[in-house]
T-cell receptor
Framework: GAVVSQHPSWVICKSGTSVKIECRSL??????MFWYRQFPKQSLMLMAT?????????EQGVEKDKFLINHASLTLSTLTVTSAHPEDSSFYIC????????????FGPGTRLTVT | QKEVEQDPGPLSVPEGAIVSLNCTYS??????FMWYRQYSRKGPELLMY????GNKEDGRFTAQVDKSSKYISLFIRDSQPSDSATYLC??????????????FGQGTILTVHP
């Protein structure tokens, strides 16, 4: 149980275009989803927290207009990187939680974004 | 100064060795302490969590938290090649605006060779 999927697993896009990443909880309802970013050999950095049906809460320094997060249902959250640039190239990982309890976050396999 | 410091390694040990992984932190509000294992190009997988200070054991894994020293450890006994991965410590303050928010260490790359 507690499986989280992400799609796509890998995407290449041209600079200036937008790309959408989906995060799904497959066998449970996720009231809270978290989006992280991970650079090579660096740790996961929390970008935003989203609760179903409400606006996402962004961490300091994360541009909300660039990283659009939508949590439209209890099993799906999307992250859209708008007007992507090479510096947005990274590994994006989501996690999902039924309760928001710290240790009950289940992580997706991640999406590798490369912007050329 | 980072809130959570973790020696990135890499750490290479022979099969059967005892592995010690550590993190230090500066935020005294942290109450929840987790260890995750992450294989290459995969999402983190929760290994263990501990609330406040103390020890917790699960099979070959033992987690220790010393809040007075702001220091946590993960011990792996009888290490196996399948334990080769990146190990991440993560911490959380708990309720309020920090509810569910995790702060991760940099991760330690571990290789267990046969």
């Amino acid at each position: 149980g507690a499986v989280v999927s992400q799609h796509p697993s890998w995407v290449i896009c041209k600079s200036g275009t937008s790309v959408k990443i989906e995060c799904r909880s497959l066998d449970f309802q996720a009231t809270t989803m978290f989006w992280y970013r991970q650079f090579p050999k660096q740790s996961l950095m929390l970008m935003a927290t989203s609760n179903e049906g409400s606006k996402a809460t962004y961490e300091q320094g994360v541009e909300k207009d660039k990283f659009l997060i939508n949590h439209a249902s209890l099993t799906l959250s999307t992250l859209t990187v708008t007007s992507a640039h090479p510096e947005d190239s990274s590994f994006y990982i989501c996690s999902a939680s039924t309760s928001g309890i710290q240790y009950e976050q289940y992580f997706g396999p991640g999406t590798r974004l490369t912007v050329t | 100064q980072k809130e959570v410091e973790q020696d990135p390694g890499p750490l290479s040990v022979p099969e059967g060795a005892i592995v010690s992984l550590n993190c230090t932190y500066s935020n005294s509000a942290f109450q929840y302490f987790m260890w995750y294992r992450q294989y290459s190009r995969k999402g983190p997988e929760l290994l263990m969590y501990t609330y406040s200070s103390g020890n917790k054991e699960d099979g070959r894994f033992t987690a220790q938290v010393d809040k007075s020293s702001k220091y946590i450890s993960l011990f792996i006994r009888d290490s196996q090649p399948s334990d080769s991965a990146t190990y991440l410590c993560a911490m959380s303050a708990g309720g309020g605006t920090s509810y569910g928010k995790l702060t991760f260490g940099q991760g330690t790359i571990l290789t267990v060779h046969p």
